[in-house]
């Protein structure tokens, strides 16, 4: 059963910092390429960063980049994004995808087989 859970979402004053962790099981995850995407009220998903499973190639929406870093835990099957100087504009529900099939990563959410629940961000001025 594939299992992918979010956490470390909340409310965070701009400019500030938060962690995001996404906790998978059931698939190989050394083999599968992750991605985070995000959900703003009345907007559709966008793509906000993603990792390969092969030589950690990394990618990221020109909206977070140099604010945001996506790194993954092979050893405990974990992918993190790590957020900083956030924006109003970040507030978003933030969900945890992966592509399996050894493929690399993509920007296209329909790309990706699994998703998790997502957890809220909220950033407030």
């Known amino acids: 059963q594939v299992q992918l859970v979010e956490s470390g979402g909340g409310l965070v004053q701009a400019g500030g910092s938060l962690r995001l962790s996404c906790a998978t099981s059931g698939f190989t995850f050394s083999t599968t390429s992750m991605g985070w995407f995000r959900q703003a009220p009345g907007k559709e998903r966008e793509f906000v960063a993603a990792a390969s499973w092969t030589a950690s190639r990394t990618y990221y929406a020109d909206s977070v980049k140099g604010r945001v870093t996506i790194a993954r835990d092979n050893a405990k099957n974990t992918v993190n994004l790590q957020m900083s100087n956030l924006k109003l504009e970040d507030t978003a529900v933030y969900s945890c995808?992966?592509?399996?099939?050894?493929?690399?990563?993509?920007?296209?959410?329909?790309?990706?087989?699994?998703w998790g629940q997502g957890t809220q961000v909220t950033v407030s001025s």
């Open positions: 995808a992966a592509r399996t099939v050894s493929l690399g990563a993509s920007q296209s959410a329909s790309d990706y087989t699994y």
